[in-house]
């Protein structure tokens, strides 16, 4: 159980072939041709057996040709039986290789796999390559190197691709797969077992499509977590074709939504061929960075200045040496070489003054990484250049990057820098663009931390209110909310918005507009016009009574002439926003295909569409997460102090995308959703005008969907929050573990017995490595579960202060098996909270989490002379079994 289910797929042991008959050419496909050539130099270390599905013999001899994967290539018509043999030999995993297999025949090859119980990888793949193995099961081309950097590809044309320029760039890889259409193992089971996979450090993607955005998410994040994770998609192009309802759709294409889903889960993305290849050199040389400050080094001006243009062009930091290393560091480097902005050494540099100025720039503080440029220059050594820089790589683990320029004169050179494992490049633009994808990579990984729950701590909204608006309209077959209806959502989220009264009639409207107070704003009220601005039904300003009984009457004739078969219920009057000096911005949502509910931030009013002012960001947000939406948008820059106006209330702002947040969540029901204009001034936010879009849920979902499922991102689930007394006395709170816990289950784990360490992880360390306390704490809601038991240690120090501190006292978790129907579940409890009946409440709790979630058993590995848990699972009614595959341990099951 402690093995990846994709182990006997990527990690055989022993493989058995289909590919067409022995000796005869012309009845093997082109892959299979292929795959018999790429076999025959790298056939892997365990067992290979070729099999012919037509002359396969009797079932005994079936059973003697076990194999742990079975590869096929075949034509279309033949895989199915190929299949089914594979099955009969108890095959564990299956590769099928090649190409015209449609949607049906790939559904029926779906329904063989799953009966037989076989974890299929295909159809119309064309294989994968294990380097470490020496196994080319592919018809990809020669093996490649080995290395730690993983390729998982939807186009088969772009992984050979790739392949070609790895081999002759010395890159290597760890794995490479090739996924293909209609294909029954996705991109997320793959990237689930890269994830957990030893040998690999950084993965590649390359992809067309997603098909499941919860499933692709979830397993991008968890893969992320553990590792760079590098994305390149093609398709790049505005969401569907479907009539925008409101503002935010207009503005939003699903290319956007795409990015904001990657920054969401941690990833970083490319947006060429180009790039993927910059990102493959970098993450090859295993460089990190921690910041965007990149420091240039330069013998010459021009190349310097096109690398700092590059940098601010994406939102990079030049880095700039500190007072103390210039002044350590200018004596030692030519007279006319400049420390300002760029590290310009000139034309006059050696490559002793290269070594000195980038171990200088490694060193400072205020560098997160250098690149080192070079221009041929007469009498320099471009060589004994790149050799300085190799040993100045030594000396720091900062991100170092190279270009050196030109061709001829620096081949060897570029040979040099290559062979030292230092990523270089032919142009200053290609470099600067490499280290801003592995800056992005650190700032995305801020971003994973985020676990927001659905609810924020404000005041808690008048969710039931909202309900009945909504079921009322949606009831009434109405999808478009009015002006009045939409405010109405809004003030139940407590989203201040303005007062808005329906007049029906121009006396009724002066009237109004008289007790609101001058001067007021007119607007068409219609369930069947989109956009008021479209029909004239929009009047500002209007400054007293005549003018609004006036308005009123050429507004509804105006529109009657121009749209003759609309619906007008009257016209709304509110005065105008108090905050006339504010700026106008605009929130609004989205919901995409295949990710859902989208977020969007920008300007508002009717620059709305003229500037395509848009950040988005996938719910759910807390205040970071809403902080750095505001950030990203270009309005952003007219919310500080400018021209006589004061800061606008960026707090007010925040809560106001919290709030919608919220109602996303909350409503599945939600489709569009425009706030525009939101007037923000100094002393806070206001919503003067309004447009939501609803739709139905599907047939059976109810009022809402379990789980939000709507979500592409599960948020946090706060509704397993609970607080238990304890026997003995005191009381503790349970609730699922966050990224933040990690120093207290840190601390849980170093306060164990060496037996109960061993007991729990089956290893004698004294606590748990970065990469595992991570893993243990940034977890993945949807696919797993883990339950921390905190409770509160009041602590009194010398003056007499008494301070509290809290820490874990016991975890209990799960994760979701393959079969996505069991799970295997951990449990460790502190200590001195052992016989206080902890352990069984937890492992109780857990399994209700377990149950709810739709799983039907849960089960664990128990060491066998564990004697305390082993009592516990039998108490709890749990089976205890012998496992079959180590006599160590016990296998214990219970049905949920």
Request: aromatic share 4%; net charge neutral; charged share 20%.
């Amino acid at each position: 159980m402690d093995k990846h289910y994709l182990t006997p797929l990527f990690l055989p042991a022993s493989v058995a072939v289909f590919a067409g008959p022995e000796g005869d050419p012309s009845r093997q496909t082109r892959e299979a041709r292929a795959l018999r050539q790429a076999l025959a130099t790298a056939p892997g270390t365990g067992m290979l057996q070729f099999l012919d599905v037509t002359t396969t013999g009797t079932l005994g001899d079936l059973a003697r040709s076990r194999a742990d994967l079975a590869i096929i290539a075949l034509p279309p018509e033949e895989i199915a039986a190929a299949l089914e043999v594979a099955g009969r030999i108890a095959c564990r995993s299956a590769l099928v290789i090649g190409s015209g297999v449609d949607a049906e025949q790939a559904v029926a090859l779906k329904r063989i796999a799953r009966r037989e119980g076989v974890h299929l990888l295909g159809p119309n793949s064309l294989g994968f390559q294990r380097p470490q193995l020496k196994l080319n099961a592919s018809a990809l081309g020669p093996l490649a190197l080995e290395g730690s950097l993983a390729l998982v590809s939807q186009s088969g044309a772009l992984t050979t691709a790739m392949l070609d320029w790895a081999r002759a760039n010395a890159v290597g890889f760890s794995q490479v797969v090739s996924l293909g259409p209609n294909a029954a193992m996705d991109l997320a089971q793959v990237l689930d077992f890269l994830a957990s996979d030893g040998r690999t450090q950084s993965i590649l993607v390359y992809l067309e499509g997603i098909s499941d955005a919860r499933r692709f998410m979830s397993a991008l994040r968890s893969a992320a977590h553990a590792k760079p994770v590098v994305v390149l998609k093609a398709g790049r192009k505005n969401a569907g074709n479907e009539a925008a309802l409101t503002h935010s759709r207009a503005i939003v294409g699903s290319d956007d939504v795409f990015d904001a889903a990657l920054r969401r889960s941690g990833a970083v993305r490319v947006r060429s061929f180009v790039e993927l290849f910059s990102a493959a050199r970098c993450l090859a040389s295993h460089d990190r960075a921690v910041g965007k400050r990149l420091a240039v080094v330069t013998n010459g001006g021009g190349p310097g200045v096109l690398a700092a243009d590059w940098v601010s062009e994406i939102g990079l930091q030049l880095g700039r040496l500190s007072p103390e290393t210039v002044r350590t560091l200018q004596p030692q480097l030519p007279p006319r070489a400049s420390l300002a902005d760029l590290i310009d050494l000139t034309s006059e540099a050696e490559p002793a003054h290269y070594r000195l100025a980038l171990e200088a720039a490694a060193r400072d503080a205020a560098v997160d990484g250098v690149l080192a440029l070079f221009a041929p220059q007469p009498g320099v050594d471009p060589t004994a250049a790149a050799q300085a820089l190799v040993q100045a790589r030594g000396t720091t683990g900062k991100p170092v990057l190279a270009c050196w320029m030109g061709d001829e004169s620096v081949g060897e050179a570029r040979r040099t820098i290559d062979a030292a494992g230092i990523a270089g490049f032919r142009t200053p633009e290609a470099a600067v663009g490499a280290f801003g994808n592995i800056a992005a990579f650190y700032r995305n990984r801020q971003l994973l931390q985020q676990t927001p729950p659905p609810m924020s701590s404000l005041v808690q909204p008048d969710v039931e209110a909202a309900r009945l608006l909504i079921e009322s309209v949606l009831a009434e077959r109405r999808h478009t909310l009015t002006e009045l209806e939409s405010k109405a959502l809004l003030a139940a989220f407590h989203i201040p918005v303005t007062q808005t009264v329906l007049a029906r009639s121009p006396n009724e409207a002066m009237m109004v507009a008289t007790q609101l107070g001058f001067p007021v704003a007119l607007k068409i009220d219609s369930p069947d016009i989109l956009h008021k601005s479209d029909v004239q039904g929009v009047a500002l300003n209007v400054p007293n009574g005549a003018s609004a009984r006036d308005t009123y009457a050429e507004m509804v004739e105006r529109v009657r002439r121009l749209q003759p078969q609309v619906r007008i219920n009257g016209v709304t009057v509110q005065r105008m926003a108090a905050a006339r000096r504010g700026r106008e911005v605009s929130i609004g949502m989205v919901t995409d295909q295949p990710f859902g509910p989208v977020i969007v931030f920008g300007a508002g009013g009717t620059m709305i569409e003229l500037i395509a002012d848009r950040a988005m960001e996938l719910p759910p947000l807390n205040t970071y997460l809403a902080r750095q939406l505001v950030e990203r948008s270009r309005v952003a820059a007219m919310l500080g102090a400018r021209a006589g106006l004061a800061p606008a209330n960026i707090e007010a702002l925040e809560q106001v995308l919290l709030r919608v947040s919220e109602m996303v969540c909350e409503f599945p029901q939600l489709r569009e959703m425009d706030i525009n204009p939101l007037i923000v001034d100094e002393h806070g936010a206001v919503a003067v005008d309004a447009r939501i879009v609803l739709h139905p849920l599907g047939q059976g979902g109810g009022n809402r969907l379990p789980d939000y499922h709507h979500l592409a991102i599960l948020p946090y689930p706060a509704r397993y929050e609970q607080v238990w007394p304890l026997a003995g006395g005191g009381e503790v709170t349970v609730r699922p573990i966050r990224p933040d816990d990690a120093q207290m289950l840190q601390a849980l784990v170093r306060g164990l017995s060496p037996e109960s360490r061993y007991f729990r992880f089956v290893s004698a360390m004294n606590e748990l490595p970065a990469p595992l306390l991570a893993r243990l704490t940034l977890i993945d809601y949807d696919r797993e579960m883990a339950l921390v038991a905190v409770v509160r240690d009041r602590i009194a120090a010398e003056t007499g202060e008494i301070t509290e501190t809290e820490r874990i006292v016991g975890v209990s978790r799960y994760i979701t098996n393959p079969d996505q129907s069991s799970c295997e579940f951990s449990l460790v409890v502190a200590e001195d909270h052992g016989g206080k009946g902890l352990g069984s409440r937890l492992m109780e709790s857990i399994m209700d989490v377990a149950r709810e979630r739709g799983l039907s058993e849960i089960d664990g590995l128990v060491l066998a002379n564990n004697a305390s848990m082993l009592k516990l699972m039998r108490g709890l009614g749990f089976s205890v079994k012998a496992f079959p595959d180590d006599p160590d341990f016990k296998l214990v099951t219970h049905a949920l």
